[in-house]
């Protein structure tokens, strides 16, 4: 079975850009999570799902953030504009649980000039 | 907010070498699982401890949960250069999502 699909793999963007990172997540799983991992800060939880609905935003640093997921199988979350301090490494992950095993996808490293 | 701390933040050994790596918080947690993080990659669950004062073996790899469920270890016997990543603990407590710590870097030289 194919794991969490994660694309671009990188991205390397101007400030001001609109940056838009994409997911598929495990068929069958109720939950997908958006992680941002940085040296400093470690794993951090942007967002998470339940059967598409958005459950808890807290951890979306800013109104430049946004993520949806308008079906089962589709993800993304868009930076609008992108600075450099949103230079990271972007995971998505799912689950069958909101507490399971996370099945991370590969990442998206994002780099912000 | 719930936190878990890792120690060491970073390990360097030779193959061969033993070590334990720790996860440490003041909050109590109803699971704690332990993901292993390699270069380019996101991280894999390894093993899910669930009871105070479970031992879980994988190979050369044993993990605690302390009695009180607030900590964890990881010990790796004879470490081996495919041992290097990243290790990652990560806690589940009522109806929260994982709190994760920031986790162990291991560099294990040949």
């Known amino acids: 079975d194919a794991g969490v699909i994660q694309s671009p793999r990188h991205e390397v963007t101007e400030m001001g850009q609109e940056v838009t990172l994409r997911c598929k997540p495990i068929?069958?799983?109720?939950?997908l999570f958006w992680y941002r991992q940085t040296m400093m800060r470690g794993l951090e939880l942007l967002i998470y799902f339940n059967n598409n609905v958005p459950i808890d935003d807290s951890g979306m640093p800013e109104d430049r953030f946004s993520a949806k997921m308008p079906n089962a199988s589709f993800s993304t979350l868009k930076i609008q504009p992108s600075e450099p301090r949103d230079s990271a490494v972007y995971f998505c992950?799912?689950?069958?649980?909101?507490?399971?095993?996370?099945?991370f996808g590969e990442g998206s490293r994002l780099t912000v000039l | 907010t719930q936190l878990l701390e890792q120690s060491p933040q970073f390990l360097s050994i030779q193959e061969g070498e033993n070590l334990t790596v720790y996860c440490n918080s003041s909050?109590?947690?109803?699971?704690l699982q332990w993901y292993r993080q390699e270069p380019g990659e996101g991280p894999v669950l390894l093993v899910t401890?669930?009871?105070?004062?479970e031992v879980k073996k994988l190979k050369r790899l044993t993990f605690q949960f302390g009695d009180a469920r607030k900590d964890s270890s990881l010990h790796i016997t004879a470490a081996q250069p495919g041992d290097t990543g990243l290790y990652l603990c990560?806690?589940?407590?009522?109806?929260?999502?994982?709190?994760f710590g920031k986790g162990t870097m291991l560099l294990v030289s040949p």
């Open positions: 909050s109590v947690f109803s699971s």
């Open positions: 068929s069958g799983h109720d939950y």
């Open positions: 401890v669930v009871t105070g004062g």
């Open positions: 990560a806690g589940a407590s009522g109806y929260s999502t994982l709190t």
């Open positions: 992950a799912s689950s069958n649980l909101r507490a399971g095993e996370l099945f």
